[in-house]
């Protein structure tokens, strides 16, 4: 069992950067593969960005290649979203999910927890 908060999201002009956290509470925080998620308004949620147990993968969906950077501190039981050089597109809301076990890094299902999402809005 894992709860998991984000925090960070808000308002900015395209071009400016945001920080999302992710707090994690609960047992073997370090066991578990952590993954970004978004939802924007009339569209699905889909994939953003995954990072392994260990840290040592990371996964990014195309659209954000480059521009967002995934991390985690396993003693401070948290994963961390920079997101840089924001486009309008990058609106949406911003999701922290855990998994422990599976064999996707991108499939929403393969995910057992979930944060209530924070907002992210990117003007032109």
């Known amino acids: 069992q894992v709860q998991l908060v984000e925090s960070g999201g808000g308002l900015v002009q395209a071009g400016g950067s945001l920080r999302l956290s992710c707090a994690a509470s609960?047992?073997?925080?370090?066991?578990?593969?952590m993954g970004w998620f978004r939802q924007a308004p009339g569209k699905e949620r889909e994939f953003v960005a995954g990072i392994s147990w260990s840290g040592f993968s990371t996964y990014y969906a195309d659209s954000v290649e480059g521009r967002f950077t995934i991390s985690r501190d396993n003693a401070k039981n948290t994963v961390y979203l920079q997101m840089n050089s924001l486009k309008p597109e990058d609106t949406a809301v911003y999701y922290c999910?855990?998994?422990?076990?599976?064999?996707?890094?991108?499939?929403?299902?393969?995910?057992?927890?979930w944060g209530q999402g924070t907002q992210v809005t990117v003007s032109s």
């Open positions: 609960g047992r073997t925080f370090s066991s578990y593969a």
């Open positions: 999910a855990a998994r422990n076990g599976g064999r996707s890094h991108s499939l929403i299902n393969e995910y057992n927890y």
